[in-house]
């Protein structure tokens, strides 16, 4: 599921060590902040489009 994630992101093709730092660096992120509210509200909306065209 998660390999599908970085595609559906467009993702896939980076290279692991830049994924690896980029969930690192979110990793600090307050658990508290907005960002992580905002984001999941646009992944939500994503995967239903796509739930939806399937």
Known sequence: QLGALFEIA???QRDPAELLGVLLKTAEIDPNDMKWN???ELGQEILNKRKKNN
């Open 10 to 12: 467009n993702l896939d």
């Open 38 to 40: 905002i984001w999941k």
